[in-house]
């Protein structure tokens, strides 16, 4: 296979991972709107206090994963508009981009890795205090939002410790029997689960992205391979030949055009 064709493959196989890029990054904006906006996550930060643990984590997924979303969005067009305008500049600002992406993709996963349990801990943290709320008697809404929860998540109370009183509305059905800690904690598996598959096929699609832009943005240069760039020369055609005089006239060199 000679270099032209490597050249034709390589555009081909960017313009391809710009498609799956398109793909990752409208499943990282729904998973951050879920994470955000999903009753899931709302319902326990919403009963939380304003500078609780868990709201803050909250918001540092959200805009971790808005900011990834931009990203993608940015370097999937930075790549596929200097594959098509055939931009030796573009398509170092697009290797660019895919390094920056790999660096927030890299710190993403790292965070997760290290701070997981500390996002199911402050979840199953506010569970504990609405259910201890429930339990003491307190006045207030505590009751309605751990019934919302057990609605939410279909299930009732701990099964480790002693049942509710059946004073306490807290199920709406009572012959569901389901641990909630365990359901809560399935849920955020689940969630956790999501996120680390689109930050390591994000982070695949990053590192080969990386390869393609850097190879292509090295082959501009040498001789203008890229398939249309060099058909047509301007300068090129006021060069003499070897074999011409300097005194042949320029109208002899342009192309026979009938007359009108």
């Known amino acids: 296979m000679g270099y032209k064709s490597w050249v034709r493959v390589a555009r081909c196989q960017l313009l391809v991972s710009c498609l799956f890029i398109l793909v990752l990054a409208v499943g990282f904006c729904i998973l951050t709107i879920i994470t955000g906006l999903g009753s899931h996550f709302t319902i326990f930060t919403d009963v939380s ?9 909250n918001s540092t997924m959200v805009l971790y994963g808005s900011s990834i979303c931009g990203l ?6 930075l790549s596929a508009i200097s594959v098509l305008r055939e931009s030796q500049h573009l398509m170092a600002t697009a290797f660019i981009g895919f390094g920056f992406l790999f660096c927030a993709l890299m710190a993403g996963l790292t965070w997760v890795q290290e701070c997981q349990s ?5 979840i199953l943290d506010v569970y504990d205090d609405l259910y201890d709320q429930v339990l003491r008697g307190y006045p207030g809404e505590a009751q309605e939002h751990l019934l919302k929860v057990h609605n939410m998540f279909e299930c009732c109370g701990k099964t480790l410790e002693k049942r509710m009183s059946s004073l306490h509305i807290t199920c709406s059905n009572t012959a569901d029997d389901k641990d909630c800690i365990s359901v809560i904690s399935d849920v955020l598996y689940i969630h956790w689960l999501w996120v ?3 930050l390591l096929s994000s982070l695949g699609l990053t590192v080969y992205g990386m390869l393609l832009s850097s190879f ?3 082959s501009l240069p040498k001789g203008n391979l890229w398939g249309r760039r060099g058909e047509y020369n301007l300068n090129g055609g ?10 042949t006239p320029l109208i002899q060199l342009m ?3 009938s007359a009108q």
């Not at 993608?72 to 067009?77: A, D, R």
């Not at 500390?118 to 402050?122: L, N």
């Not at 006021?238 to 005194?247: G, M, Q, V, Y």
């Open 196 to 198: 680390r598959v689109l």
């Open 49 to 57: 206090a304003a500078g609780s643990t868990i709201r803050d984590l």
């Open 72 to 77: 993608l969005i940015l370097t999937l067009l």
């Open 238 to 247: 006021l060069i003499s030949p070897p074999d011409s005089t300097a005194d």
């Open 255 to 257: 192309p026979y055009r």
């Open 118 to 122: 500390q996002v199911e801990a402050s």
């Open 216 to 218: 292509l943005y090295f």
